[in-house]
T-cell receptor, first 113, second 116 residues
């Protein structure tokens, strides 16, 4: 599975957009990009995933570069509750191929008032 | 609806004792995963169950660790002869289909294990 590189920490002002980058230069053609977050003392929470097209849901947007070597998770209007560690993970989405997630160190996002 | 539940929420044990950690996945989810998170460490995959297939045990750190899933639902992670380095938060997750639905795994709150 491809590895990812994320900045260890970022700050964001409340109400502003938080843009979290992720590099995955060794991603292969059948691998998706997933984002999870972990709020302190809780289990991880799924946010969004994508293959090559940009994706948006009620939580966030995911922008994947055309060469798929990097992506950005966008929280459009960050709140204090978005303070968490954000994990970018790449992995396959094939039924019965094993769905284990390989977590890196993630980005610790601090949203400040 | 009910999410993934785990019990106990906290467990303190003495070195050398055996412990059992329980996970109740979301009803109907066919895949179940165990991870652990040590202090200051990232999340580490332990084992994965999918339907009636043989489990993926590739993440278990030693033969002191084992897990079973009875009736395709509840799972128990057993650690024999616990060591201090086993202290961690043990997280269980479930998903609808292995690799399906974008590999959206739903995590429980975890069991914090402390080995004295």
């Amino acid at each position: 599975d491809a590895k990812t590189t994320q900045p260890p920490s970022m700050d964001c002002a409340e109400g502003r957009a938080a843009n979290l980058p992720c590099n995955h230069s060794t991603i292969s053609g059948n691998e998706y990009v997933y984002w999870y977050r972990q709020i302190h003392s809780q289990g991880p929470q799924y946010i969004i995933h994508g293959l090559k097209n940009n994706e948006t849901n009620e939580m966030a947007s995911l922008i994947i570069t055309e060469d798929r070597k990097s992506s950005t998770l966008i929280l459009p209007h960050a709140t204090l509750r978005d303070t968490a560690v954000y994990y970018c993970i790449v992995g396959r989405k094939i039924y019965n191929q094993g769905g284990k997630l390989i977590f890196g160190q993630g980005t610790e996002l601090s949203v400040k008032p | 609806g009910a999410g993934v539940s785990q019990s106990p929420s906290n467990k303190v044990t003495e070195k050398g004792k055996d412990v059992e950690l329980r996970c109740d996945p979301i009803s109907g989810h066919t895949a179940l995963y165990w991870y652990r998170q040590s202090l200051g460490q990232g999340l580490e995959f332990l084992i994965y169950f999918q339907g009636n297939s043989a489990p993926d045990k590739s993440g278990l750190p030693s033969d002191r660790f084992s897990a079973e899933r009875t009736g395709g639902s509840v799972s128990t992670l057993t650690i024999q002869r616990t060591q201090q380095e086993d202290s961690a938060v043990y997280l269980c997750a479930s998903s609808w289909l292995a690799g399906g639905r974008g590999n959206e795994q739903f995590f429980g709150p975890g069991t914090r294990l402390t080995v004295l």
